[in-house]
Each structure stands twice: as C-alpha cells, then as structure tokens.
C-alpha cells in the first residue's frame, strides 16, 4: 500500500473475528471539472445546484440509519430479525456475526453508504452513475423517463430510476433481495423494500441524502434517515484491496488521533 503525506481519502472498517478500520491514503489530484465550475455556494447556480459530480465522503461515521434515542418502527417481523442480526462492528461486534458484509455478500443500498468509503458521481444524459471505492460497487440511477421494468428481477442494489424536482434528485428503488442489512447494526428489510431518497446540495461542499424507508413486512409504517456527505475535490477513488487494506490498519492507528474510528 502506498502511504504518502497527501489528503486521506478512505477508511476501510473489515470486521471478520477482530478486523478492523484501515485507512487507505489518496494521492492528491487536480480538483475535478466540476468542482472548478462550481460556485462557492451551489445554490446560488442552479446549473450547479444541480451537478453533484465529484468524489464525496461521509460528514460522520455512524452504524445505524437511525439517530440516537430514536427507534425504527419495527414490525413483530422486523424486531425478530433485528435481534436475531448480529452485528461485526463497533460495539455491537460479536465473534458469530451474522452481518451479510462480514460474509462477503454486497451491502446493499442504502447499507453501502455506511461503508467508510468515498464515492464518486459521475452524470450524463439520462443517467447518473455512482462508484463506489468498497468493492468498486457500481449503481445506475436511469433519468431519462423510464419506469421500473414489470418483470423486474430481485438483485442486491435494486432498480433504481431518478428524476428532478428542482434541485433535488429523486431517487426511486426497488427491485430489492431480502438479504442485505439496511445498515451495520442489523435493520432488516424483506424484498418489499422500497426506497425514496432525495439528494441535493444544501451548499456547494455538502450533499444530503433524505431516504424514506417503505417496507410493510418489517416497518409498521414508512418512515426516514438521512446520510450528509463532504464534496472532495482532490480526492481519486483508487484500488481496494482488502489485503492490503488490513495490513495497513496498524500504521492508521498510530497516524490517527485518538485511536481507530469505529
């Protein structure tokens, strides 16, 4: 792994029987196209406010879609899932985890998002596209009018189809498995799920994510999280080796005020 005295990009928490967070150090970058056209407040361009092209990162690490002190509404179901889930992360972590991720199944969306990784948006016409640095996962979000297939399969990211209201863009999926988490402390969801996420740029550096959860079989009622986001504009999304990743955790470690970021 290539560590160098330049802007850090990623943490990488591989949590299997006592792994952990590691750090993978980006090489700086010219700022990307975007963020040179952009205005210091998006808002103020709506051409700008519209364009959320860029690498961005997560404002705050965090396991769970819901904030503290508050609960998810949990059908019979969704309580029996939840407790029978047994996380791999943070404190919740436990030798016999059950975590989907821990097992090397994909995340998942919105569990993607807890993944201490930038992403990177990239938009043309009819069509945004999100890499993500975890597993270089890709996902599709279809703007050019087109609904959900009728014959639509179950696959682990879903169908996702995007439209504009303003300067947000609305995020429709579904098409969902049922074996993904929704997060790492273990919300369940069943095939059911469906998901509307709106993002936009409340500044030129930020980028929030207000996703409703709609899934009968494990929730009582539909209800909403929200993920923020920090534009990075000399960042790269760069290989991601699990390997060299874990390797490298002990040098985080000592580099990191503090100590490792759970």
């Not at 819901?66 to 029996?80: I, V």
Request: glycine share 6%; with cysteine.
């Amino acid at each position: 792994m290539r560590w160098r005295p330049v802007t850090v990009s990623a943490l990488a928490v591989l949590t299997a029987v006592g792994f952990s967070s590691s750090l993978l150090a980006q090489n700086a970058a010219p700022p990307t196209a975007a963020a040179v056209s952009n205005t210091s407040n998006a808002t103020k361009d709506p051409s700008s406010a519209r364009d959320f092209s860029g690498v961005w990162t997560q404002d705050r690490m965090s396991n769970s879609l819901t904030e503290k002190g508050t609960e998810a509404p949990l059908t019979a179901w969704g309580k029996a899932q939840l407790s029978a889930n047994q996380p791999a992360h943070g404190n919740d972590q436990t030798l016999a985890s059950t975590d989907p991720v821990h097992n090397c199944f994909p995340p998942g969306i919105p569990r993607l998002y807890f993944e201490p990784f930038p992403m990177e948006i990239m938009q043309a016409p009819g069509r945004v596209v999100v890499v993500f640095e975890y597993d270089h996962f890709v996902r599709y979000i279809n703007t050019d009018g087109r609904q959900h297939p009728a014959d639509l399969s179950a696959t682990w990211m879903g169908n996702a189809i995007g439209h504009w209201d303003g300067d947000t863009l609305v995020v429709d999926t579904i098409g969902f498995n049922d074996k993904t988490w929704l997060d790492r402390v273990g919300h369940p969801h069943s095939d059911a799920l469906h998901l509307i996420e709106r993002l936009r740029r409340t500044d030129h550096d930020t980028l929030v994510d207000d996703i409703t959860i709609d899934d009968s079989k494990a929730y009582t009622k539909p209800w909403t999280a929200q993920r923020v986001f920090k534009l990075k504009p000399k960042w790269e999304i760069i290989e991601f080796v699990c390997e060299d990743t874990y390797l490298n955790f002990n040098d985080y470690q000592k580099k990191t005020v503090g100590g490792p970021v759970k």
